[in-house]
């Protein structure tokens, strides 16, 4: 399994993390290092392998090809289907840390092409 050398830093330097732990639940956690290689013996698929967790909602994974391939889209979530959080680690955990640990990737946006906005003046 290859790493990016970003997310490698952050599981030496802190090996592992809770994040937005409370009573209600809704935490996320990154695994600690001996979890990990422990994980990844049997990963969940050929090409991702789990990092984290958010509890009720499944694993935080990592797809090892496409980090082999360079791309910075590599973080999913597997839980009944696999969701594609279309970022890379420091997006991920600024998007996460930003949002207080709440499911961001839920909420639905519209974007306003800003030629529209214009011409209405």
């Not at 991702?48 to 980090?67: A, E, H, M, T, W």
Request: aromatic share 14%; charged share 25%; glycine share 6%.
């Amino acid at each position: 399994m290859e790493y990016t050398r970003g997310i490698q830093r952050v599981f030496v330097i802190h090996n592992g993390a809770n994040f937005f732990t409370h009573e209600y639940g809704g935490a996320c956690y990154l695994n600690s290092l001996e979890q990990i290689r422990l994980d990844n013996v049997a990963p969940i698929s050929e090409d991702f392998y789990p990092i984290g967790s958010y509890v009720d909602l499944g694993q935080i994974v990592i797809n090892s090809k496409r980090v082999q391939q360079g791309r910075k889209d590599y973080i999913f979530l597997s839980s009944d289907e696999i969701i594609d959080f279309k970022c890379d680690f420091k997006t991920w955990l600024d998007r996460m840390i930003i949002t207080q640990g709440i499911n961001y990737w839920e909420w639905k946006s519209r974007t306003i092409p800003l030629d529209t906005i214009l011409s209405e003046k």
